[in-house]
């Protein structure tokens, strides 16, 4: 009887031995905001993160596409100031 194929995983996951985290502080320094507004983003649920004991990590691909979907947003939702106003 032949084996079933493994679960599909959605194209952006990697398997968890090629995941890099970070630490709060490195979250922080990358982003350039305190500790505090991390951790305000990993309660909220808009930063993913796993608890290890009790301190939490953060997959550094989380953060670089939560940098990119701010940036995006922020383009789209307003307009940009031109260099001549």
């Given amino acids: 009887m032949p084996t079933p194929p493994p679960?599909?995983?959605?194209?952006?996951?990697?398997?968890?031995?090629?995941?890099?985290?970070?630490?709060?502080?490195?979250?922080?320094?990358?982003?350039?905001?305190s500790k505090m507004t991390v951790y305000r983003l990993v309660h909220s649920g808009h930063l993913p993160a796993i608890r290890v004991g009790r301190a939490f990590r953060v997959p550094e691909q989380a953060?670089?596409?939560?940098?990119?979907?701010?940036?995006?947003?922020?383009?789209v939702g307003g307009e940009r100031p031109s260099d001549g106003e």
């Fill in 7 to 33: 679960p599909s995983r959605p194209a952006r996951q990697r398997p968890l031995n090629e995941v890099a985290f970070l630490t709060v502080a490195e979250v922080a320094s990358v982003m350039r905001v």
């Fill in 63 to 75: 953060v670089h596409e939560y940098l990119r979907e701010s940036y995006l947003g922020a383009e």
